[in-house]
């Protein structure tokens, strides 16, 4: 006598690859940090960046922000840089210096790695020299001087 549950092979199974779509590099106005002020052409017209150059920018007012300073910014935004400055030794404050800069950078999803930093010292003030990796595009060599 037939069955009367049908009986058939079970197909496998097929996992569907979820990927991530890539980060947007919108475009941004172009500020000279040397200045404080954005650049202004002949024309008076302010001078507006390309995606990556505006990710460069990106990076440099997030490590110059400090962190919970300013209620327009999430709590994911800017750096720790008064904790930092508050270290007992050169040697502690540039190892938290390099914490705090990498978790700020690595917050923006178009920045894939922070790398290569360097410290010069005049004083109370100084100068780190780090290299940030973005998800596409070439690296990065930022500077930004940290006033004490």
């Known amino acids: ?44 017209r302010v001078v507006q960046t390309d995606g990556h150059t505006a990710w460069a920018h990106y990076c440099v007012k997030a490590v110059l922000t400090e962190r919970f300073a300013y209620l327009v910014y999430g709590p994911s935004y800017g750096c720790e840089l008064e904790q930092a400055r508050r270290q007992p030794s050169r040697n502690a404050v540039e190892a938290e210096l390099e914490r705090v800069i990498t978790e700020a950078l690595l917050a923006d999803p178009r920045t894939e790695m922070v790398r290569d930093f360097s410290f010069d010292w005049y ?10 990796v973005p998800v596409i595009g070439t690296p990065e060599r930022l500077e930004v001087k940290i006033s004490g």
Do not use: N
């Not at 004083?123 to 940030?132: K, P, R």
């Open 1 to 44: 006598m037939p069955s009367l549950y049908p009986t058939f092979e079970v197909p496998p199974l097929v996992e569907q690859q979820q990927t991530e779509p890539a980060p947007k590099y919108g475009k941004s106005w172009f500020f000279d940090f040397e200045k404080g002020d954005f650049v202004v052409d002949g024309a008076g």
């Open 123 to 132: 004083g109370d003030e100084v100068t780190v020299a780090f290299t940030v």
